[in-house]
């Protein structure tokens, strides 16, 4: 069997290698139109924050391995341009500008999300930079250390953005956040919202919502951001509003796509045309609580569609319930976490949500170290399931929201989580845990 994957890094390389594992016998290749392969986007914000590492450390392997030790046909500086649906042909061109082509009998599309970059005059200057691949990290981290850098603008206030916002204040570089809505986080609560900002604030960091940018212009050897009523100077720009799918190929060919524009997939990752599959953040998914089709990039789904994948490629029946949106970011010295579906999602959807935000403890009363920990949980009146939390705080938050995701795949009602047996140690909760205390004052509301 021919398997051809476009696309190398997580979902890529995930279904290439489990793929290989399954079936050893298998004509595997992978077409890559950069360099590299495999690796942390994640960590990227932390890495520019430390000028003492390369960022290569994020390689989680080198594209050599998957060759030799592996026996994947991983093919560089290839990329793919057309898909012959009748003829299961790929076309593309290598980094030499010749013509290439690939017969497959299963194809595998992985060519994940590309940023945002708004249609104005400017977003293409030198020292105006978006972060996405690891050539993106490479150029702002290069940028920093060789023009000295004092001044960044960041164009966004989403997770990369406050990410980057703390790896820049790390490096003592000045940072003004700007952005065309009125609210920093508008998926919260505003009490919670409100809370990330002064946390920024704190930090240094300059925050300017509900600024649309009309230009960016390059003045010596500077920029100026430009909105109607606002002026912002900077050595380098960060743009991070958002991604999204690169799926142009797939609708080229003809496949169904789906919400956002993203590649539409079943929940065994096949598209429209059961010779192809696609997966990772050019493809969408179930969400676990709506039930219904979401795109919600996250790294846990893109390696688990890849495993998927190929385990259908390879005869191996495999089906995914679907996804939580299950996230967590760092703030400075904040944990910020969200999973399900927030009150006006919610709605959206057709249930009857009520909603609880409480303020509670990290650690038992008294016991020393204890700072508060916010969460908001949303359940529906009518069928008094869990739906969705939303939670902040200094510490014990990013493994607690993993409970909550389990709940929600699991359908639990808000008054059976209520009864869940969470453990406690005075260093680690109080004896209600926050979670379980905002299940108890919501099934009041509810």
């Not at 520019?48 to 594209?63: P, S, Y």
């Not at 490479?138 to 023009?147: L, P, V």
């Not at 002064?198 to 300017?208: C, Q, V």
């Not at 743009?239 to 590649?263: C, H, M, R, W, Y």
Request: glycine share 8%.
């Amino acid at each position: 069997m021919r398997f051809v994957i476009i696309g190398a890094d997580a979902a890529g390389m995930s279904a290439a290698s489990r793929a290989g594992r399954s079936m050893p016998d298998m004509e595997i290749t992978v077409l890559e139109k950069t360099t590299d392969v495999s690796y942390s986007a994640c960590g990227m914000p932390y890495n520019i924050g430390d000028q003492n590492r390369k960022i290569e450390e994020l390689v989680v392997r080198q594209a050599q391995v998957f060759r030799e030790k592996q026996g994947i046909n991983l093919l560089t500086g290839h990329c793919a341009e057309k898909i012959n649906t009748s003829e299961k042909i790929v076309h593309g061109t290598n980094t030499s500008g010749v013509d290439v082509s690939f017969n497959y009998d299963k194809l595998l599309i992985a060519t994940g999300a590309s940023p945002i970059i708004p249609d104005l005059p400017g977003f293409d200057l030198p020292g105006v930079m978006p972060l996405k691949t690891l050539d993106h990290g490479r150029r702002i981290k290069t940028f920093i250390k060789n023009k000295h850098t004092k001044k960044a603008t960041i164009v966004g206030m989403g997770y990369i953005a406050l990410e980057m916002c703390e790896a820049l204040r790390k490096l003592d570089i000045e940072v003004s956040m700007v952005k065309p809505r009125p609210v920093l986080l508008p998926w919260m609560p505003e009490e919670m919202s409100d809370t990330v900002k002064k946390e920024l604030i704190a930090n240094g960091a300059k925050l300017f919502a509900g600024h649309a940018i009309q230009n960016i212009e390059s003045v010596g050897d500077g920029l100026k951001v430009i909105c109607k009523d606002l002026t912002l100077d900077a050595d380098l720009v960060i743009v991070a509003i958002g991604v999204t799918p690169n799926s142009q190929i797939a609708e080229d060919a003809g496949l169904t796509l789906g919400t956002a524009k993203a590649i539409a997939v079943d929940r065994t990752l096949q598209t429209s045309n059961p010779h192809i599959f696609a997966a990772g953040d050019c493809a969408d998914a179930f969400h676990v609580v709506s039930n219904e089709k979401t795109w919600i990039p996250l790294a846990l789904r893109a390696n688990r569609a890849g495993w998927a994948a190929a385990d259908n490629v390879c005869d191996k029946p495999a089906r995914l319930d679907g996804i939580a949106g299950t996230a967590v970011f760092k703030v400075f010295d904040l944990q910020v976490a969200r999973t399900g579906l927030t009150a006006a999602e919610a709605s959206n959807h057709g249930f009857s949500p009520a909603e609880i935000l409480v303020t509670t403890r990290s650690r038992a009363h008294a016991h020393p170290g204890s700072t508060p920990i916010k969460v908001h949980m949303v359940g529906d009146r009518s069928s008094g399931r869990l739906l969705g939390v939303q939670m902040l705080g200094r510490e014990g938050v990013a493994h607690r929201i993993n409970g909550i995701a389990v709940a929600l795949h699991a359908n639990m009602t808000v008054e059976q989580f209520s009864q869940t047996d969470l453990a406690y140690a005075p260093p680690f909760g109080p004896t209600w845990d926050p979670m379980l205390t905002a299940a108890n004052q919501l099934l009041k509301k509810m």
